[in-house]
């Protein structure tokens, strides 16, 4: 692998400068739920917070059975009087608490739709971090939240175009998106969505050349493995010279740490210095090439027929906040194995300016390293190093840098109403 020493600077000094970040608790949104006796709030995350900090008249085995309530309501009109919204439970519906950063307000009454007024949403521990909600917005089922990395993001555009005199741009786009159009079970725990990835540029040698589009299936326990199975997609490379299409179901375990410190001001409350986490995926892909128009020695241009690949793969993230006047510092990486039980196209690229297409069953590994630097919640600038082949060309790349802008969110689905 080629050396990078400015990364390896960037690298330390952030590291270094994560031993002096800390970031307090703040309430990301807050909205009604659709009686509007409810209130769905959600933390910026990650957070030091624990279910024992936020809930109240639960039966968490582990938190406290008598405790004030960490909550205040109040409806504030435009005359007279605020008043206050008593707060009968407080519950972590979703689970994970200090990544998706959610928790179900129950008021005693509901909340009347008034133009003039506004409701206050209050975390009592700490600063005391609030959201104001207008009483007559109405119910929401999602909202747009950051993402911590690339992975943990629904939505991500990110790419590099260089103008050059006399000659065609330079351009290298890598973006994904999904959408959910329906969820259901416990919660909310189970969804379906559409979903699109692209990683191309206009570079013969030095390009992923991939677009992927899918519909992804998701269940996600409170505790336990994460099921994920894209029931029917398409893999295909930029000018759909090699087309596949392909089911891809799989199992991820995710795991993950909060470093956090006590708050001088505020001993009840922890503040966020970094967290790290690290998932584990083991999955198929099957499916049919449809097209390879690629020559290549005694076989056909057609399609090759059916395919099998086991994906095994591993991704790890560390998030420092409130860094080096940042909004954050993200460092993640990601490996992929595509193990094919058959002979698939390959396109090798190394020590050749045309790239010279094989049919073999060799293994197809994929790295990517992302080190993001975020100026706000949701843009920044990136520097990115890929190696490896992505399908269904597998065009290999072999340790391409770049330095580009980000953009990435995520959706948030509320949990489904409590009783």
């Known amino acids: 692998m080629r050396e990078m020493p400015d990364m390896k600077r960037l690298l330390i000094l952030f590291l270094v400068a994560g031993a002096y970040a800390a970031e307090k608790p ?10 509007r006796k409810q209130i769905y709030v959600e933390f910026e995350t990650p957070t030091a917070l624990s279910d024992c900090d936020v809930e109240f ?8 059975t008598s405790q004030r309530v960490p909550w205040s309501v109040v409806l504030i009109p435009s005359i007279g009087n605020a008043i206050n919204l008593p707060v009968t439970s407080a ?8 990544g998706n950063g959610l928790v179900t307000l129950s008021l005693q009454d509901a909340v009347a739709k008034d133009p003039t007024a506004q409701v206050d949403v209050t975390f009592t521990k700490g600063d005391a971090p609030h959201f104001l909600i207008a009483a007559s917005a109405q119910p929401a089922h999602t909202w747009i939240s950051p993402g911590k990395t690339k992975d943990d993001s629904d939505v991500y555009i990110s790419g590099m175009v260089s103008p050059a005199v006399g000659a065609g741009p330079s351009y290298t786009i890598d973006s994904k998106g999904k959408y959910t159009i329906y969820s259901f079970g416990k919660s909310g725990a189970s969804t379906l969505s559409v979903s699109g990835d692209i990683k191309t540029d206009n570079r013969k040698t030095a390009d992923p050349d991939s677009f992927h589009w899918g519909l992804p299936y998701q269940h996600v326990a409170a505790h336990g493995p994460i099921e994920n199975w894209s029931l029917l997609g398409m893999e295909l490379d930029k000018k759909a010279n090699a087309i596949n299409l392909v089911s891809a179901p799989g199992i991820s375990q995710t795991f993950g740490h909060t470093f956090s410190k006590t708050d001088p001001k505020h001993p009840d409350v922890r503040l966020v210095s970094a967290s790290v986490g690290m998932s584990l995926t083991a999955g198929l892909e099957f499916g049919d090439n449809l097209r390879n128009d690629y020559a290549v020695v005694n076989k056909s241009s057609r399609g090759e027929g059916g395919f099998l690949r086991g994906v095994p793969g591993a991704a790890v993230y560390l998030v420092v906040p409130q860094v080096l006047h940042l909004n954050k510092i993200s460092l993640s990486s990601s490996y992929t194995a595509r193990i094919p039980t058959r002979d698939e196209l390959f396109l ?3 020590h050749t300016q045309t790239p010279i297409p094989l049919l073999t069953s060799q293994t197809r590994h994929y790295l990517e390293n992302n080190l993001q630097f975020m100026v706000t919640e949701y843009a920044g600038f990136q520097i990115k190093h890929q190696y490896g082949s992505l399908p269904p060309a597998f065009s290999f790349v072999d340790h391409k840098v770049s330095v580009g802008l980000v953009f990435a969110f995520k959706q948030t689905k509320v949990p489904t109403q409590s009783p």
């Open 26 to 35: 703040k309430i990301h949104i807050a909205n009604f739920s659709a009686d």
């Open 91 to 98: 519950k972590d519906e979703v689970g994970h608490f200090q």
């Open 57 to 64: 008249a639960t039966n968490r085995p582990n938190c406290p």
């Open 348 to 350: 090798e690229t190394r």
